[in-house]
């Protein structure tokens, strides 16, 4: 790679738009500098079009794929002035309905003026063949529409902050976008734009804000209540929120106070006495939890009398499955058949699956219509397998969707408009957070049963609270925890060091045998090595585990152990490039024919259909893991399978895919896979914890092997952070249920 440390300045017009990526900007153009030959330009250029002039700051790179180009740190845009540049512009498809035949025509009638005219005078364009009025009128709004666009972009990237912000915010207020943003800089750290608050500080201050400004203490107050829920909080006690937002932007603590009384009365901010602290919540979380916790209370107390002999029911249905049930599995029966809300908990190997299996075949006896929904898409896969019965994920039950502000999440399944069913078996349920949580509540009929199941010990929901652990601690919802390890179960070393590890022992890692394995290695590059070896050919050859029922499991992202480099690597090893296999550069990724790939953002929107072309849907969902099947450079199109669903992505929205060999633990909640590799080296405390590495040993169906330095391993069992969660959930539901304390 060719860099200086001084920034080179290129000057010249765009002759050429390669890809642009309207989500985040990113773009790739020829520029033709002083009438030399084009050279290639990356860097972000928010609607750039043929014509328009520009001059860049940057440096020379040499790409791996694509060879020498110049890659932008800053860049002035100027519009077309000249009347050769005006038509290539519009020739250029820059406006839509404009094609080279029409850029033609009206350039030549308006020589220099052509985009004023366009934008100001669009009546006169009527006297050109083939303009009518509506015409002229549809050319004239999206020209300007692409001109305010622009100029809100230009002020936005003027500040160096990223240009998806300008996107959102003309989606929401579109022309008066700018001189909102010029009036409060802080709507970019509006929750609906996603900005952070460091991010329109930058901007305000630069445009000569007061440290003490209202708007500014009242944003930076309710950003660490956005970015708290991030962390899992549903509120934040109003005393710790005064002072975090105090550091936060270096103002006085009763500053902070004054704001936060402001927004309380505004509605913006909701204070409850709860939980020994005021707590201040996000209106919408309130909600939920509120919400959720009347749902759950009413539930917990309301039971049926007995429809049938329990004795000659379990009797019935152990021989009809062929098995005998334990005392516990016996009691999860007896409680589910009297009471509308019962709670399944236990760890691997202790039985929830046939419990749930039990559960389903009296329902099914009982005459009731069950659902079975779990959190991710994985997971309902799974129970689907393990149960006979078909699941679903729960935004797929409640018909998830984009509201019209294209940001708001909606449920067509709400009270209006209630599940069809008598009683909902949920699946996975520490990964369930309270607003998902609250909207299956609120669906529900309100005589049907529910039965949560999951394992308390792993990790929590990656949004906010911690609704399966409050439910189990409240104490008022009838309730069986699993502990009896199955004989069947009782020589799997996964299932017996998955329990010493949940207990904070010890196991001993050096023990390489069934299926356990630890392959010690201290150094990150001989780690990485092993692990592609193993992948590649051991597991495959030696064990007869294909590559793709292999998971590669890590704690970060980061580092030479982490998810990016691994699935670098481990993308040249499994899928190298190959003379006829497409692929597709985005950004610092290469996406190839062939790879594995997640979703990791919900979309409700993306259609798909099934590969013989009788079904199809809407809605990807985050943690959704597929395969590559086609790339398509001229129709700028990427085609993924999901098991079977098949769906297209335009270039645009490559931003919501990422590769799948490996994957952070976080993100592999809820999925069970044949063999797991997990990537172990010290890393930071907060990740490298015990439920951490329960959640990842868990994991393993057949096969776990560990690669790394067993001090880490241990060091990790060591770390026992229960990160505590401002959350009242349990609260709440032992007051509603008449317990205190």
Aim: charge should be negative; include cysteine.
């Amino acid at each position: 790679m060719d860099q200086n440390d001084e920034l080179l300045e290129l000057a010249g017009s765009v002759s050429s738009v390669i890809y642009k990526n309207e989500e985040n900007g990113y773009t790739v153009l020829r520029l033709s500098a002083d009438g030399g030959e084009p050279v290639t330009v990356v860097g972000c250029f928010p609607c750039a079009s043929v014509g328009e002039s520009m001059i860049i700051s940057g440096k020379w790179t040499t790409h791996s794929v694509h060879g020498r180009q110049f890659k932008a740190e800053f860049a002035q845009r100027l519009m077309p002035d000249t009347v050769s540049s005006i038509y290539s512009y519009l020739a250029g498809g820059a406006v839509k309905g404009i094609g080279p035949a029409m850029a033609s025509m009206i350039v030549n009638e308006f020589g220099e003026k052509t985009l004023e005219v366009i934008e100001n005078e669009p009546e006169k364009l009527v006297r050109l063949r083939g303009i009518s009025q509506t015409k002229a009128k549809q050319i004239s709004q999206d020209f300007r529409r692409q001109a305010g666009m622009r100029r809100l972009m230009e002020f936005v990237c003027s500040f160096g902050l990223r240009p998806i912000l300008a996107m959102r915010v003309y989606r929401f207020y579109g022309d008066e976008g700018l001189d909102l943003l010029r009036d409060n800089p802080y709507l970019l750290a509006a929750e609906h734009i996603g900005g952070t608050f460091a991010e329109a500080d930058i901007m305000a201050q630069e445009i000569g804000m007061d440290a003490n400004s209202p708007k500014r203490v009242g944003a930076a107050v309710l950003f660490e209540l956005v970015h708290n829920a991030g962390n899992g909080h549903c509120f934040i006690p109003r005393e710790k929120l005064a002072a975090v937002t105090a550091q936060l932007i270096g103002v006085d603590e009763d500053t902070v106070q004054e704001s936060i009384s402001v927004l309380i009365e505004d509605e913006r901010l909701i204070l409850e006495d709860i939980a020994g602290c005021r707590a201040c919540y996000l209106p919408a979380l309130y909600e939920a939890e509120a919400g959720a916790a009347a749902h759950l209370a009413a539930m917990a107390g309301k039971s049926y009398p007995d429809r049938m002999d329990l004795d000659a029911l379990i009797a019935s249905l152990e021989q009809e499955q062929g098995i005998r049930y334990a005392p516990l599995q016996r009691q999860v029966l007896a409680l589910a058949l009297r009471h509308q809300l019962v709670v399944l908990t236990g760890g691997p190997g202790t039985g929830k699956t046939t419990s749930v299996r039990a559960i389903l075949a009296m329902f099914d006896r009982l005459g009731l219509k069950t659902l079975l929904t779990a959190p991710t898409g994985r997971a309902a896969k799974r129970m689907t397998e393990l149960t006979g019965h078909e699941a679903s994920t729960v935004h797929r039950l409640l018909e998830a969707k984009f509201a019209e502000d294209d940001e708001t999440v909606v449920f067509a399944k709400n009270a209006k408009e209630p599940l069809d069913c008598d009683a909902v078996v949920i699946d996975e349920c520490s990964m369930v957070d309270i607003q998902l949580m609250d909207a299956l509540l609120e669906a529900m009929p309100p005589e049907a049963r529910l039965v949560m199941v999951g394992d308390a010990d792993q990790l929590p929901s990656v949004g906010p609270g911690n609704v399966f652990s409050a439910v189990i601690r409240s104490g008022v919802v009838p309730l069986v925890r699993l502990t009896e390890i199955f004989r069947q179960k009782e020589d799997s070393r996964i299932i017996r060091n998955a329990h010493m590890i949940n207990r904070g022992e010890h196991p001993n890692l050096s023990e390489n045998a069934g299926d356990f394995f630890r392959l010690k290695r201290i150094q990150a590059g001989s780690s990485v090595e092993t692990i592609l070896e193993l992948i590649s050919t051991r597991l495959p050859e030696k064990m007869h585990i294909p590559s793709e029922e292999i998971q590669v499991l890590s704690p970060t992202r980061k580092g030479e152990l982490g998810t990016a480099n691994l699935n670098k690597r481990l993308q040249q090893t499994l899928n190298p490039p190959q003379p006829g296999r497409h692929e597709k550069a985005f950004g610092e990724v290469v996406f190839r024919e062939n790879d594995r790939v997640m979703q990791i953002k919900n979309n409700y929107d993306i259609l798909w259909q099934s590969a013989d072309h009788r079904l199809a849907g809407c809605g990807i969902f985050n943690g959704d893991i597929g395969r590559i099947i086609g790339i398509d450079p001229e129709a700028e199109q990427l085609t993924v399978d999901f098991d079977g669903r098949i769906a297209s992505y335009g270039f645009d929205s490559l931003l919501e895919l990422e590769h799948a060999w490996a994957m952070t633990v976080h993100k592999s909640q809820g999925s069970e896979y044949r063999a797991v590799i997990l990537a172990l080296a010290p890393g930071a405390q907060m990740l490298m914890t015990r439920d951490v590495l329960y959640t990842a040993v868990t994991r393993a169906r057949e096969l776990l092997i560990l690669v790394g330095d067993d001090q880490t391993a241990y060091q990790m069992i060591d770390n026992f952070r229960q990160t505590k969660r401002y959350s009242a959930l349990r609260v709440r539901l032992r007051r509603l249920c008449g317990v205190e304390g």
